[in-house]
């Protein structure tokens, strides 16, 4: 069993691959450590899976995973996780914006400096457009407030855990949870450490600023009730509100302040009826949602094929 996991997803990177795997084979031979680096073919429409297929024929730790289709980067880094044996995990990138020669200063972190669970990277400075550096900054501050999470931990795809960490995220049956999300709903020690983002080897991102709100999005939906919670709290003030406007209006009406008819009473009905109607929405939320979070206990990635691993070279038609 290899100490360490290295998990990435692959998508529409073809010529980044054999670059990134020389650097981290360097890295990891500089630390005489045992490891494995398992790609993810996330479905690529270029010539990635054939890349992966060399590295994994022709270098002993190298293993790939080809999924039947395109699931998203989130899907791909768990069917990653699914089949990692290391003690400690790490996903990464596949463009070399997440530098190799930094696992080290992460690896510091978690098993010497501290006692972490997990160790996410984090870029003060990215090398992205300037409109998705404003997007990550505002998805940070939302992440922080739906899990009540430090506001010093800033995640990223680049990150190191611990084998139990891993197999938390290897229980995980919900078509909608993030690894991201996982982690910060399941543990407390996790440490964020500030490192160079480097610009992309080739090609162009394929991450937008849709997609990285629709990943806030499950983060919070899939391990928090904030938003459902937040809608309750606004239909319960709006009738507090409504009861103080109608306390208001009525003492107004019966001192002769108010000498249209009917509008003291319209204001009132409308204000408390639509307090109510977003109380009970919240509050039907809160079941569907524990209804859902049973539903979506469903496998919903498909493996085409795998290379690399110990009897295979195919393991079709496996969902999880």
Sequence with gaps: MPSYSVVIPVYKSSKCLLELANRLDTVFGELNLDYEIIMVDDCSPDDSWNVVSELARTRLRYKGVQLLTNSGQTRATMAGIKVASGEIVITMDDDLQHDPQLIPLLLDELEKKGDYDCVFAYFPEKKHAGYRNI????????????????????????????????????????????VGGLIIANAARIKSVPIPHNERFSGKSNYTVAKQFKQAFDNICSVSMLPLRMISAAGLLASVLSGGLLCYFLIKYLMGGISQAGWTSLVILITFFAGLILLSLGVIGEYIARVLGELQKSKVTTVRQTIGFPEDTTDKGERF
């Design 135 to 178: 997007g990550s900054k505002i998805i940070s501050g939302i992440n922080s407030r739906a899990f009540g999470s430090n506001e010093k931990i800033k995640v990223s795809s680049f990150r190191l855990m611990r084998g139990y960490m891993a197999q938390i995220i290897r229980q995980n049956q919900s078509a909608s949870a993030t």
